[in-house]
């Protein structure tokens, strides 16, 4: 779904270590006050342009949370005066630092950001897992947040998975250096099968397209989530649908196929892997396979 997930993240990493060199700069004699004008100008709130409310209620259970999940360039645009909604918001590992009423401090590395509730998503402890479930998690040999299918449940509360929102390549080249891997314990969700919640994969009806996606976070008839290239959207609950996390998927399926975080028509499939989630497919006038997630396809 996001093919160059880990492209995207090193170089949005960098615009904002340049930008973030030159505020250094521009912070001596005679600097230019355009971010202070900007910040001061900003006609939007916490949420930015995001029709979601701010915050849905203090985090629950904060003493069992282990990890949160939170948008890493969001602490950044909004100290520019930026609306965080027109921004690339990868999905990064946070330690909780504290947790309040409508925003909460969270820990990545060194910077302490504080994040609206409402864009962030708790991982709790004591999360066990079976083999062929779904699981969101992080990339745990790189970063980024991750769809994944449990591959060996031999030990449930760290179980060994195959990554299903990274390209894969099968013998460890490209961007997936390693595709598969073993989960720590207490840094991972367990999806379940047709229920609305953080981390189901979904199909948005938008600008008259089927475009792929991932649920951040719910409030009534509003959907906010994670589409290509890691934008972050706001959509009626009426125009998605969630996708099945056990398709029913069968050699010489006519599917839809993902293209650019849209679904196109005219691929058949050609090999199933249900183990590791992923379709072989080959689009109509092509003798080429492309390997798919099983959340990249539509029957």
Same mark, same amino acid.
């Given at each position: 779904?996001?093919? /160059?997930?880990?492209?995207?993240?090193?170089?949005?990493?960098?615009?904002?270590?340049?930008a973030?060199?030159? /505020?250094?700069?521009?912070?001596?004699?005679?600097?230019?006050?355009? @971010?202070?004008?900007?910040?001061?100008?900003?006609?939007?709130?916490?949420?930015?342009?995001?029709d979601?409310?701010?915050?849905?209620?203090?985090?629950?259970?904060?003493?069992n949370?282990?990890?949160?999940?939170?948008?890493? #360039?969001?602490?950044?645009?909004?100290?520019?005066?930026?609306?965080? @909604?027109? @921004?690339?918001q990868?999905?990064?590992? @946070?330690?909780?630092?504290?947790?309040?009423?409508k925003? %909460?401090?969270?820990?990545?590395?060194?910077?302490?950001?504080?994040v609206?509730? =409402?864009?962030l998503?708790?991982?709790?402890?004591g999360?066990?897992?079976?083999?062929?479930?779904?699981?969101?998690?992080?990339?745990?040999?790189?970063?980024?947040?991750?769809q994944?299918?449990?591959?060996?449940? %031999? /030990?449930?509360?760290?179980?060994k998975? %195959?990554?299903?929102t990274?390209?894969?390549?099968g013998?460890g080249?490209?961007?997936?250096?390693?595709?598969?891997?073993?989960?720590?314990?207490?840094?991972?969700i367990?999806?379940s099968?047709?229920k609305?919640?953080?981390?189901?994969?979904?199909?948005?009806?938008?600008?008259g397209?089927? /475009?792929?996606?991932?649920?951040?976070?719910? !409030?009534?008839?509003?959907?906010?989530?994670?589409?290509?290239?890691?934008?972050?959207?706001?959509?009626?609950?009426?125009?998605?649908r969630?996708?099945?996390?056990?398709?029913?998927?069968?050699?010489?399926?006519?599917?839809?196929?993902? #293209?650019?975080?849209?679904?196109?028509?005219?691929?058949?499939?050609?090999?199933?892997?249900?183990?590791?989630?992923?379709?072989?497919?080959?689009?109509?006038n092509? !003798?080429?396979?492309?390997?798919? =997630?099983?959340?990249?396809?539509e029957?």
């Open positions: 779904m996001k093919k /160059n997930f880990m492209m995207i993240a090193i170089a949005a990493t960098a615009v904002f270590t340049m973030a060199c030159g /505020n250094k700069t521009d912070k001596g004699e005679g600097a230019d006050s355009t @971010a202070t004008e900007q910040s001061a100008e900003a006609k939007f709130g916490p949420m930015g342009t995001w979601f409310p701010e915050t849905l209620g203090a985090l629950k259970d904060v003493d949370i282990e990890y949160v999940l939170f948008p890493g #360039f969001y602490a950044d645009a909004m100290e520019k005066g930026e609306d965080p @909604a027109t @921004a690339t990868i999905y990064y590992r @946070a330690s909780l630092v504290e947790a309040g009423e925003a %909460s401090k969270v820990k990545a590395v060194v910077d302490v950001d504080e609206p509730n =409402s864009l998503i708790p991982i709790y402890k999360a066990t897992a079976k083999k062929g479930d779904i699981v969101l998690t992080w990339w745990q040999s790189g970063s980024g947040m991750q994944a299918i449990v591959t060996d449940a %031999s /030990n449930p509360a760290e179980p998975i %195959s990554y299903l990274l390209s894969f390549k013998d080249t490209g961007i997936a250096e390693k595709d598969q891997d073993q989960l720590k314990p207490n840094s991972f367990v999806l099968d047709g609305w919640e953080p981390g189901q994969p979904i199909i948005v009806k938008k600008d397209d089927e /475009n792929l996606g991932i649920i951040l976070n719910m !409030d009534g008839d509003k959907i906010l989530w994670q589409g290509f290239a890691s934008k972050v959207y706001v959509s009626k609950k009426s125009d998605c969630l996708m099945p996390l056990k398709p029913a998927i069968n050699v010489g399926d006519k599917v839809k196929y993902e #293209f650019v975080g849209e679904l196109r028509d005219g691929a058949t499939v050609t090999k199933y892997d249900a183990n590791i989630g992923r379709v072989w497919v080959k689009k109509e092509s !003798d080429k396979e492309e390997i798919k =997630s099983i959340f990249e396809i029957k």
